[in-house]
């Protein structure tokens, strides 16, 4: 990324910008501008010249015009879940989406319209009282347009695809700063490229979806095993993925237990290992797949949980509220072969003597379904041929473990890279080009540079996984 200048943005500036303008333009010297900059990673410590709290689609496109005309990088802030937190431009302009938060939903439709601000939890509210959802990730404070724009993975993605498939119309502003229309009528070649292709186009300030019927239950299953048995329950589970109901998304999990009341005594805190799956759906159906579970080997201990959808939905939240130093590494794998499951087990780890307080922790998410059956050319998203995705994640609170504690997560990505066929742009962290590479294939990545050229020729929109112009 090119280091740019803060720009002078001059009182009188400021003052043009604040005419007419919806929502509240910020300064660092004014009350609220430190709370706007805080964003999830903790390590991210930046200051924008101009925080711009949108109120509108038109504050939006003002504040874009503001910034391209001092030349201020631009940095779109939703839900601020990004790891880089790329939101936030030094010395640059945030344009903030976060008073956008209204969700409209038309039961009878089944479709959702959802303002470029919201998050997940907006969503899922508005849509269960009608028993619909459509595909969104599993942290509820997780903005809606940097997950759906970079493709997606939720719970429901198995039955009904990624949250980008289940976009049926978006309102974008531009570079130039003009508000359009995206759809397979309007704009496709912005429609196919904000589909998986990241904030590289504009700033969304609205999603259309199409919503499922998917009543308000679902259930959790979780087996936990020692790392002795571990290996041969993986590859158990692996198997299963392929007959597995299309209502389970299949979780593993491995990394150091913690003080929790299901695990016996002798093995809290202790390295361990679990699989299991989530349903979405009546959950006495759910049930019948953790006998095919327990088949594998006799667990530790199991968790096996009824609740709503909307409790699903917000079961992580608290531990993402934190305000904690995060990091993470992640993957596609087209096949899981024993090799890689050893190396998933071993967490980074040559000797097996790591210190287990600076280990990451990380898991295995199943794709395939419907995700699979989406034509690999009808969106910009990438790699539906996947079996898993794997992310290691690092969270922590002392700033003198930043070095070891990333680098631990490398090193576990590093064991798994082998085995890789891809990696999730959501999942990217600090690759820069090469992991675009990796994200997308050259024939799609040559299509969004081509793409970008058309959209954004001078590369305004660039703090984000950046495509440049063709």
């Not at 990730?137 to 997950?147: E, F, M, P």
């Not at 990380?362 to 996947?386: K, L, N, P």
């Not at 690092?394 to 990505?413: I, K, Q, V």
Request: with cysteine; net charge negative; aromatic share 8%.
């Amino acid at each position: 990324m090119v280091e740019r200048p803060a720009a002078d943005t001059g009182n009188q500036g400021v003052a043009q910008l604040r005419q007419g303008f919806e929502g509240q333009v910020l300064l660092p010297d004014q009350d609220g501008y430190d709370q706007a900059r805080r964003v999830w990673n903790a390590i991210v410590d930046r200051r924008p010249a101009v925080i711009a709290r949108c109120g509108s689609p038109s504050d939006v496109a003002a504040a874009v015009r503001f910034a391209v005309d001092r030349d201020l990088e631009i940095g779109v802030r939703c839900g601020g879940h990004s790891v880089l937190g790329l939101s936030v431009p030094e010395g640059g302009l945030m344009v903030d989406l976060s008073l956008l938060r209204s969700v409209r939903v038309d039961p009878d439709r089944r479709r959702a319209s959802v303002a470029g601000g919201a998050v997940l939890g907006d969503l899922d509210r508005a849509s269960q009282p009608f028993g619909l959802a459509t595909t969104s990730g599993n942290v509820s404070d997780t903005g809606v347009g940097g997950l759906t724009l970079g493709g997606g993975m939720g719970w429901l993605a198995r039955q009904f695809g990624l949250a980008c498939d289940n976009v049926t119309r978006l309102q974008v502003v531009t570079a130039d700063g003009e508000l359009v229309a995206a759809s397979e009528e309007e704009n496709p070649d912005l429609f196919w490229g904000l589909r998986g292709g990241g904030g590289n186009f504009g700033v969304v300030t609205e999603f259309e979806f199409e919503l499922h019927p998917v009543g308000t239950a679902a259930l959790i299953a979780e087996l936990f095993y020692t790392l002795a048995d571990a290996p041969r329950v993986l590859r158990g589970w692996r198997d299963l993925i392929a007959e597995a109901p299309r209502q389970a998304t299949l979780t593993a999990w491995t990394g150091t237990a913690g003080d929790w009341p299901v695990l016996p005594v002798e093995h809290r805190f202790s390295p361990l290992a679990s699989v299991g799956y989530i349903w979405v759906g009546q959950p006495d159906q759910g049930r019948d797949f953790v006998r095919e579970l327990g088949k594998l080997a006799r667990p530790l201990a199991e968790r096996v949980e009824e609740l709503t959808y909307l409790e699903l939905q917000t079961i992580d939240d608290a531990k993402h509220r934190q305000p904690m130093r995060r990091y993470w590494k992640g993957h596609y794998l087209r096949e899981l072969p024993d090799e890689a499951i050893e190396a998933f087990l071993a967490r980074g780890q040559a000797d097996g003597n790591g210190d287990l307080e600076l280990l990451p922790y990380g898991g295995f998410q199943s794709y395939r379904g419907a995700i699979a059956e989406v034509g690999e050319d009808e969106t910009a998203f990438s790699h539906r041929d996947a079996l898993v995705e794997f992310v290691a994640v690092a969270a922590w609170t002392d700033p003198a473990e930043d070095e070891a504690r990333m680098s631990a997560a490398r090193r576990w990505a590093g064991a798994i890279e082998p085995f890789a066929s891809g990696v999730y742009v959501n999942d990217l962290a600090d690759e820069g080009e090469e992991g675009v590479r990796r994200a997308y294939s050259p024939q799609k990545l040559a299509r969004l540079a081509a793409l970008k050229r058309s959209y954004d020729p001078d590369n305004r929109f660039h703090l984000n996984h950046n495509i440049r112009p063709g």
